[in-house]
């Protein structure tokens, strides 16, 4: 685990917690439990988490998991482990790099009616009434909300549209959207 500090990383994240759930590294593909990074926001105090949201999920076909992770120059810096299976005899690894690149609203993903149609940001926490009257969403195309956010959670990350065009980041409804 690891806090974002020092700007090491793209500021909307400053003082929060990143873990990397280990999970079940021999298991082939996705897992509900671990092969992911989650963040937290904590409280002022640090006696609560304010907010939960998946950052990074392993969504691979062999067997893998992150298993560390670092901020340093450039980036979150994570390490997976890939686990035996027929073709990997023994446990490997690789170092990654997730680093924030601003992305011009439109420019990354094209919002067509068939995108927003897979849309899933009516489904989000952080989704309220004043999004709902206003029929806003498909930020990671349009841009940010015209309304006051209250995050409660994100599934920015989660989004099919998001994973295909490769934009990354959370809270697309007040930050924009980054590309990978």
């Known amino acids: 685990m690891a806090f974002?500090?020092?700007?090491?990383?793209?500021?909307?994240f400053h003082d929060e917690l990143f873990v990397a759930l280990f999970g079940a590294a021999y298991k082939e593909g996705w897992d509900t439990?671990?092969?992911?990074i989650v963040k937290f926001r904590l409280s002022e105090d640090g006696n609560s988490v304010k907010s939960y949201d998946e950052?990074?999920?392993?969504?691979g076909k062999n067997p893998a998991s992150p298993c560390g992770l670092a901020f340093?120059?450039?980036?979150?810096?994570?390490?997976?482990?890939h686990g035996e299976n027929k073709d990997i005899k023994e446990p490997t690894g690789n170092i990654l790099r997730v680093k924030p690149i601003k992305i011009e609203h439109g420019k990354?993903?094209?919002?067509l009616e068939k995108n927003s149609r897979r849309c899933i940001c009516a489904s989000c926490p952080s989704y309220d009434k004043c999004m709902y009257n206003n029929i806003?969403?498909?930020?990671?195309?349009?841009?940010?909300?015209?309304c006051t956010i209250?995050?409660?959670g994100c599934i920015c990350g989660e989004c099919p549209i998001a994973s295909e065009y490769k934009v990354s980041g959370f809270y697309f409804?007040?930050?924009g959207a980054f590309k990978n």
Do not use: H, I, N
């Open 33 to 36: 439990k671990g092969k992911k």
């Open 4 to 12: 974002m500090q020092d700007g090491q990383f793209s500021e909307e």
């Open 55 to 59: 950052f990074a999920t392993y969504v």
């Open 72 to 81: 340093g120059p450039g980036g979150l810096y994570f390490t997976d482990l």
């Open 150 to 152: 209250e995050k409660k």
């Open 136 to 146: 806003e969403r498909f930020y990671c195309a349009r841009g940010k909300s015209k």
């Open 108 to 111: 990354g993903v094209p919002d």
């Open 173 to 175: 409804c007040t930050e």
